[in-house]
């Protein structure tokens, strides 16, 4: 930092002190009668000392989420709102082109009841299901964990095995390959089917995609959403037999089209040329 450069940060330190003092002042003035507002200090991204999040430049981690400490999240997965992934006394991996949905927690344990240090493995295109709780286990490739599902110490779900929605699976449980559990604690249902294990591999390419999609929207800047605004009202629908009288033709505007993913038949490539302008 030049003399310029830190004659400037100076500045910009006093002014901010100066800001604090007032605000105090006032507080003070207001007597019993004032409410004192703390700033959120949300972060999306958190150290825990020497612990670091590495998270791949292609994921995509939603800004109200909290990834916190030692945790690692692999190309093409995403980590979506309000999900909180804490590896404060133990490690956290999530693999590659999986999903961890909105609200969904995972932990780690420093020792278990048996006395086992666990971390939280989480393998390639998982689905992790809206508010599912996954605590010390181990998720293995494809498998699918349903919404509201809990997963407790020890507990390996493998290759194919799916949790059912709202299910608990109990400490030290391993849930086979190609079964499907299910209850409260969760027990052996039934078998999947092939359409079904096909399904796991399609929810996780689908919400790589969908990933995308957000991630663009997330990285607008103010003035690009405020523009977008002005043009859908502009372009909003009306009724076509009004329109037909007088003559209208209206037509969506190419930086409003939506991706393949939500609408088949449109492009994606207008979305990403949009959001790159």
């Known amino acids: 930092m030049g003399t310029l450069g830190k004659t400037i940060y100076t500045v910009g330190f006093w002014i901010r002190e100066t800001g604090q003092a007032i605000d105090r002042l006032g507080s003070r003035l207001q007597g019993s009668y004032y409410i004192q507002e703390q700033l959120s200090r949300h972060r999306t991204l958190m150290n825990i000392f020497d612990k670091v999040p590495n998270v791949d430049k292609d994921a995509f981690v939603a800004p109200s989420a909290s990834i916190i400490g030692d945790v690692e999240v692999g190309s093409r997965s995403s980590v979506w709102y309000g999900c909180v992934l804490r590896g404060d006394v133990n490690s956290i991996k999530v693999g590659s082109g999986t999903n961890i949905q909105d609200n969904s927690i995972v932990h780690v344990a420093k020792t278990s009841l048996s006395g086992k240090v666990l971390p939280t493995i989480i393998g390639d295109n998982v689905t992790v299901g809206h508010g599912a709780v996954l605590h010390g286990c181990v998720v293995e490739d494809e498998a699918f964990v349903g919404m509201g599902a809990t997963l407790l110490d020890g507990v390996v779900v493998e290759k194919h095995g799916m949790v059912a929605a709202g299910a608990l699976v109990t400490e030290n449980t391993r849930i086979p390959t190609g ?60 009724d076509e037999e009004y329109d037909s009288m007088l003559g209208i033709v209206r037509e969506v505007p190419p930086e409003l089209v939506l991706p393949d993913n939500i609408l088949p038949g449109k492009s994606t490539t207008k979305l990403v040329q949009s959001s790159n302008n």
């Open 179 to 238: 079964e499907v559990w299910a209850g409260t604690p969760a027990k052996f249902l039934r078998k999947l089917k092939d359409g079904e294990i096909e399904f796991f591999t399609q929810s996780s390419s689908n919400y790589a995609n969908l990933a995308q999609v957000h991630s663009a929207e997330n990285a607008k800047s103010f003035d690009e959403i405020e523009v977008e605004k002005a043009m859908r009202k502009k372009y909003a629908h009306k």
